[in-house]
C-alpha cells in the first residue's frame, strides 16, 4: 500500500488505477477492498530515502509526483493503525507542526480512474480531495479522519483525473 503519513496520523496508499471507457460520475471511496484489480501500488519502500526527504519526482517512474507543498519521506513506525513504514507526511521531520497547513498535490503521468490511500489526522480535522482533469475540477469530497480509526479514502471516476489534491481541514493543526 502507498501511504502518506500525517502529522500525529496519517498515512497515504496512493493507488492509481488505469482510465476505463465509461461514463459514471465520480464517487467517493472508503473501502480499500474496492481498489480495481491490476492497480499500482506504491509502498515508499520501492526507493531508499534518507528521513525527512522532501517528496517531489522520485516515484516519476511509477507515474506520480507530489508536491509543490511538501511532503515527507518518514521511515519510522507510526504507532497509528493502518500506518506502517515507510510513508509520507507534512509535518517534516523532526516535528515542526507549522509545516502542516496547505493543500498536497498527486500528479498522476497520464489519466487514471481511481487513487486511494489510507489516512489520519487529529481529532475534528477531516480530509478534502479535489480531483481534476487539466484545470478542470472534476469533483470534491470531505472525508471523517479523525484520530484513532485507520480511514482509507479515495476517488473513483470512470471519465478519469490526473491530479489530485489533498487538503487537511478543521479546528485543530491540519497535521495529517
Do not use: H, K
Amino acid at each position: 500500500m502507498s501511504r502518506f503519513e500525517s502529522r500525529v496520523v496519517g498515512v497515504l496508499l496512493v493507488v492509481a488505477g488505469c482510465l476505463a471507457a465509461s461514463s459514471a460520475g465520480a464517487v467517493p471511496v472508503t473501502n480499500p477492498a474496492l481498489v480495481p484489480p491490476g492497480s499500482t501500488t506504491i509502498t515508499f519502500s520501492e526507493i531508499a530515502l534518507v528521513n525527512g526527504t522532501v517528496m517531489s519526482n522520485q516515484y516519476l517512474g511509477l507515474g506520480v509526483t507530489f508536491g509543490p507543498a511538501p511532503d515527507y519521506y518518514y521511515d519510522t513506525t507510526s504507532a497509528y493503525a493502518g500506518i506502517t513504514a515507510p510513508s509520507l507526511n507534512n509535518w517534516g521531520n523532526p516535528i515542526n507542526i507549522a509545516l502542516c497547513p496547505g493543500v498536497r498535490t498527486i500528479t498522476f503521468s497520464q489519466a487514471v480512474d481511481f487513487a486511494g490511500f489510507n489516512v489520519q489526522t487529529n481529532t475534528d480535522d477531516n480530509t478534502r480531495l479535489t480531483a481534476y482533469m487539466g484545470a478542470t475540477q472534476v469533483e470534491t469530497f470531505d472525508f471523517d479522519t479523525g484520530v484513532g480509526v485507520q480511514y482509507f479514502i479515495g476517488f473513483s471516476n470512470a471519465a478519469g483525473f490526473d491530479r489530485l489534491t489533498v487538503e487537511v481541514i478543521g479546528p485543530n493543526n491540519q497535521c495529517m
